[in-house]
């Protein structure tokens, strides 16, 4: 997930404004989550010449770590020893209580700025046309469901995938096989909402795929939700925390992995299931038509993979450059797998891409991946090559204690590390070291 336009326009004339009244003079500053917000109100506060001293959250497993390159610190924690005159910065649908979490904390000496957005704008009236609306929508997502269902033998479950992440329905995929055999489930139906994830789906060969958009996926949900699943054959492919509490469950507790989350959540198992591993065409040439094409060298590329759908990483391409420029003087070719006007090579490496049934046999025909933690990361975890998976620490769509892939089970030999700026240079030759 990513910042809006709406709310980076938001977060711009709000921090323009307070800036050209003076309010960052003299203070120290500081944002209130490690959200997906954080990075554009840093970057919006630099135009002003105002960096930010700390991250407040009341996570207590990020606490003592760094994100954007500085201290995640405990609100209580951080107002205790905090005498200087601080700016809090607020952006989330939960501020209402973060004020009055703040008001209860250290002195008078802060100001918060609580930037609207989208999220925390939009509330649901106590309003009998509020309510009429509710059930329009129940009426719609039902109508969609039901001409969907009309399709298929009259017991078919249909599996509603409402996430566009490529990850979420690899993981899904993984452990459908079981959960049939365990239900004693004949016809399905898995419903995505993203043609990504169609792809993905493929992988698994599973038997009927429907793509639909994600205002009609929604729609459906909240038909669910309305109606229920003795009147709707639905199997949502939710975890822990959606629509329901305000933090994931995994928040509170490190240990469980987004292997777990599907596991025991999603689909009810216990702890001796087993993965159902897409199949891979061993047969296949393309890898070797592609490198022929590419004048890419076998067995002795790096392809990098520096872009992930659901965050911005503080890693820049001058970084992937010189980092592609260390691997040439080891013998190494570099490609960059990028696809569209937004998804550039990196500069002096050989853009490729190639379809995700394809990914497995290009990587081991190619030697190695440096990659950005990304749903990419879960379809070619079974590569036998040399696998360099990077996370960034703070923030939830690529954090290493939840999406790891050695502890989520799906490759023992990855090497694994969680990028910081200030580690930069250290952590980009320990790259070139693993890479050999």
Known sequence: MKVSEFDRKQIQNCIRQYAEQGMFNGRNTAIFGCTLYAREIRDCLRQYGTEIDVILDNNRDKAGKTCLGVPVCLPEEY?????KEVVVVICSKYSREMRAQL????????????????????????SWENLQE???????????YDQIKTQYPKDSVLFLCPYSGTGDIYMACLYLKAYL??????????????????????????Q??????????????????????????????????WRTKRYLYADSYPQITFNEMFVYDVFGFNDNVEKNFPSIDRKSDYAEKLFRHSALKPHKTVIMAPYAGSFDSEMGMDAWEDLANKLKKRGWTVATNCCGEKELPVRGTVP???PYKEAVNVLQYAG???????????????????????????????RYEYFSLKKMGLNQDVV?????????????????????
């Open 79 to 83: 107002f205790q020893q905090q005498l």
């Open 103 to 126: 008001d209860t904390l250290g002195d008078k000496r802060k100001q918060i700025l609580d930037i609207p957005v989208e999220e925390s704008i939009r509330k649901i009236e106590d």
């Open 134 to 144: 509710r059930i329009h929508e129940a009426e719609a997502g039902y109508q969609i």
């Open 181 to 206: 055999e365990k239900e004693k489930i004949i016809h399905y139906v898995v419903v995505v909402s993203a043609e990504s994830c169609r792809k993905t789906a493929e992988l698994f060969k599973v």
């Open 208 to 241: 009927n795929l429907e793509l639909v958009n994600g205002e009609n996926m929604q729609l459906m949900l909240k038909a669910w939700e309305c109606f229920g699943s003795e009147t709707m054959q639905v199997k949502p492919l939710l975890y822990w925390g």
């Open 352 to 354: 490729v891409y190639f």
């Open 368 to 398: 190695g991946l440096i990659a950005l933690r990304s749903g990419f990361c879960d379809i070619v975890s079974q590569a036998k090559c040399k696998l360099i998976i990077l996370y960034e620490s703070g923030f939830s769509a690529s």
């Open 416 to 436: 694994e590390f969680v990028y910081e700026k200030r580690k930069e240079e250290e952590i980009k030759q320990k790259i070139v070291e693993a890479m050999g």
